[in-house]
């Protein structure tokens, strides 16, 4: 069963995301050329991983501060791998491209997958990891007394994770909840790389300080930073078992998708 998971959360990480790229790209973008759709979806997928070196510092930074560094950081370095794509594709690659937004769709999707990629197909092995934590924590409660009180903590603290991630459906060892949290997620990577997409449009707002100037794709930039430290924020509370699964996956919508229609009326709108 736990193959067959692998093998699953590899298929649907690749599928949906691009599954749902293809669907844009024939019912409205349907004159926009495949190898420019084709090099935006695997950049942005490409660029995800390349986001992960800042994981350089995790080896120096202690469990739980380690959550509430990645809450900044990965925010300004996904957002950030999403421009550097999307001011390629737009000055290098395709420079005649009129609508940027259209090139932020299909990067964020892209990134997206490779998220899912990252993600989902390890999440057997995460519920395995989490349920063999626990049972050795209760073995050093027994065999270290003078530690128990701290080992206490870890017992409550992995009883309480295992159990939110087996009680409920999966299929061959992915939790469909987790799963529809990432169907969600992918579409909030499509929405914030449109909106910095839309940056690289519109000529407002521009801010000048002195003698420099923001360029708007900046300012969007650091809004779509600001949304997403928001949905992390959520994503590190369910971790550190301060909210349950429900609660999280409720928030986590309840942020995604209004961002999602939002950006889908912006691309509409200002096409």
């Known amino acids: 069963m736990y193959s067959i998971g ?61 959550y509430w560094v990645n809450l900044i950081v990965g925010a300004f ?29 299909i990067v964020g999707l892209g990134f997206g997958a490779g998220e899912m990629l990252a993600f989902v197909p390890a999440i057997p092995a995460e519920i395995i990891n989490i349920q063999n934590l626990f049972v050795n924590s209760i073995i050093w409660y027994i065999l270290l007394p003078p530690l128990s009180p701290l080992y206490e903590f870890y017992i409550l603290y992995y009883f309480f994770a295992w159990i939110q991630y087996t009680s409920i459906a999966n299929l061959f060892g ?40 923001i360029k708007p794709y900046i300012i969007y930039y650091l809004f779509a930073v600001g949304i997403h430290i928001s949905l992390n924020l ?3 509370l369910f971790h550190l078992q301060a909210i349950t699964i429900f609660i999280a996956e409720m928030i986590i919508t309840a942020i995604s998708l209004p961002c999602f229609l939002g950006a889908m009326w912006l691309l509409f709108k200002k096409e």
């Not at 759709?37 to 501060?65: K, N, S, W």
């Not at 957002?79 to 420079?95: A, D, T």
Request: proline share 5%; charged share 20%.
């Open 174 to 213: 992915i939790p469909l909840l987790v799963l529809y949290e990432r169907f969600i997620v992918v579409l909030f990577h499509s929405a914030t790389a449109i909106i910095i997409g839309y940056g690289f449009k519109t000529d407002t707002p521009e801010l000048n300080f002195k003698d420099i100037t």
């Open 234 to 236: 959520f994503a590190i």
């Open 6 to 66: 692998i093998l699953l959360g590899v298929l649907i990480s690749i599928l949906y995301p691009l599954g749902v790229a293809i669907i844009f790209k024939i019912l409205k973008f349907e004159d926009k050329k495949w190898k420019f759709f084709l090099i935006a979806f695997i950049m942005g997928a490409l660029f995800f991983y390349v986001g992960l070196i800042r994981g350089v510092y995790a080896p120096f930074v202690p469990l739980p501060a380690l």
């Open 77 to 105: 370095v996904e957002e950030g791998m999403k421009i550097i794509v999307i001011f390629l594709l737009l000055r290098k690659i395709n420079p005649d491209e009129e609508n940027k937004m259209y090139f932020g769709l």
